[in-house]
Structures are given as C-alpha cells and as structure tokens.
C-alpha cells in the first residue's frame, strides 16, 4: 500500500494550492490530511470517508480548504484558498482501512502515510 503526496509549493499569503494523494489502492476507509510545522506536533486539517464521500475539517482550515476525492476514489485533493503564513508546514496524506469515525483527527490512529510534500506561505 502507498500513498504519495504531491502538490506543494511556495505561494504567498491569499494565494491558492491543491495537494493531491494517490493511492495504490481504494480499500481506506478514511483518507485525510495532516500537516507539521517547524517545531510543533503533526495536527489534523482534513478527512474524507471513501464511502459516502464525508468530510471532516480542523477549525482552523474550515471554510478556506476544501478535501474531495475522485470518482475512483484512489485520489483525494486538497483544495487550499486563502492561504496564510500559519499554514506554512509540511503536508502528509494517511489513510486506514478500519479506523473509526471518533478517531479520524488523531495521527497515532492512521496505519499508512504518505511521503510529505512542503508547503510555503509567504507574507
């Protein structure tokens, strides 16, 4: 099973950037979005359901990021506008094929990660 993370980029603050994760394979239940930045914990920014198409957002992206996926379901996007210097951070894709809804914003509970790619906002 691999994911692989692609997308990132220098922008400066307002811009736009979309991520894209594809997976090798459509048995996940939840795919999301993590990012990292320098000297703080990995945190939760978003999670798709591949069934049903459900979505799940951290407070501080809501209304300003959008997750989808493809019809296929092996690809899921992260649609990132109005973006700010705080969102500069390293963006990893996870997903599990079991993990429970109450678990989704919880790095420990995702089983496959992709590779990070980098995202710069400048101001």
């Known amino acids: 099973v691999q994911l692989q993370a692609s997308g990132g980029g220098l922008v400066q603050a307002g811009g736009s950037l979309t991520l894209s994760c594809a997976a090798s394979?459509?048995?996940?239940?939840?795919i999301a979005w993590f990012r990292q930045a320098p000297g703080k914990e990995r945190e939760f920014v978003a999670a798709i359901r591949s069934s049903g198409g459900n979505t799940y957002y951290a407070d501080s992206v809501k209304g300003r990021f959008t997750i989808s996926r493809d019809n296929a379901g092996n690809t899921v996007y992260l649609l990132m506008n109005n973006l700010r210097p705080e969102d500069t951070a390293v963006y990893y894709c996870?997903?599990?094929?079991?993990?429970?809804?109450?678990?989704?914003?919880?790095?420990?509970?995702?089983?496959?990660w992709g590779q990070g790619t980098l995202v710069t906002v400048s101001s």
């Open positions: 394979t459509r048995t996940f239940r939840y």
């Open positions: 996870a997903a599990d094929p079991s993990i429970i809804l109450s678990a989704i914003r919880l790095s420990r509970s995702y089983a496959y």
